[in-house]
Structure formats: structure tokens, C-alpha cells
């Protein structure tokens, strides 16, 4: 198992950035693909961008594809979401998330979750 914590989330304009980190602790992070997912009020949680093992496979849904970028750095331990040109519906809390695959975006392959950030935009 892998302890994660999220950072970095608040309140922001349209069109803003906010770049959301996620650190982890427990066993050894290069070992465990990351994801992004989020979940707005009243709605299913969903998958937001996914990275591989090394950081050479990345994936995005293509509500964020273009505006918002994942990638990890092993020696820290911290995955990171750098999201751009926000929109009031990318409101929602954000949950970093820890697979044992080389790399995967299913959110069924996840079995380690940080306890979640909230990012708000205002239009």
C-alpha cells in the first residue's frame, strides 16, 4: 500500500491555472502507475489523466486533453496536475490515485486514494 496526499487545490477564475500535487509515502513509488480522477457535487467520480510507471505513457479525457498536464517525479516521491484555461466545470474535488500496474486508467486498477482536494472555478 501507498499513502497519498494532495495539495495545491482552491479557487480560481476561468481561464486560470492551478497545478496540483501528490505526495506519496509507503512503498516504493516508481513502482506504481498514477491518476488524476475527480468527482463534482452530484456526479460519479471520473477518470481525468493517467501516467505509467517511468513517466512515458500518459493519458487524458478528452475534457481535459490540450489544457491539462500530468507527470511525476520518482526521486520526490510526488505526481503532479498541471491544469490550464480552467472551467467553471472542472470544479470538483480531485483524487490522486495509486495502481500496482505498469500503467493503467481504469479506475477499478486503483487501490490506493488520497483523501482528495477541491479546486473550484468561477466564471
Known amino acids: 500500500q501507498v499513502q497519498l496526499v494532495e495539495s495545491g487545490g482552491g479557487l480560481v477564475q476561468a481561464g486560470g491555472s492551478l497545478r496540483l500535487s501528490c505526495a506519496a509515502s509507503g512503498r516504493t513509488f516508481s513502482s506504481y502507475a498514477m491518476g488524476w480522477f475527480r468527482q463534482a457535487l452530484g456526479k460519479e467520480r471520473e477518470f481525468v489523466a493517467a501516467i505509467s510507471w517511468t513517466g512515458g505513457n500518459t493519458n487524458y479525457a478528452d475534457s481535459v486533453k490540450g489544457r491539462f498536464t500530468i507527470s511525476r517525479d520518482n526521486a520526490k516521491n510526488t505526481v503532479y496536475l498541471q491544469m490550464n484555461s480552467l472551467k467553471p466545470e472542472d470544479t470538483a474535488v480531485y483524487y490522486c490515485?495509486?495502481?500496482?500496474?505498469?500503467?493503467?486508467?481504469?479506475?477499478?486498477?486503483?487501490?490506493?486514494w488520497g483523501q482528495g482536494t477541491q479546486v473550484t472555478v468561477s466564471s
Open positions: 490515485a495509486a495502481s500496482s500496474l505498469e500503467y493503467s486508467s481504469y479506475e477499478a486498477d486503483f487501490g490506493s
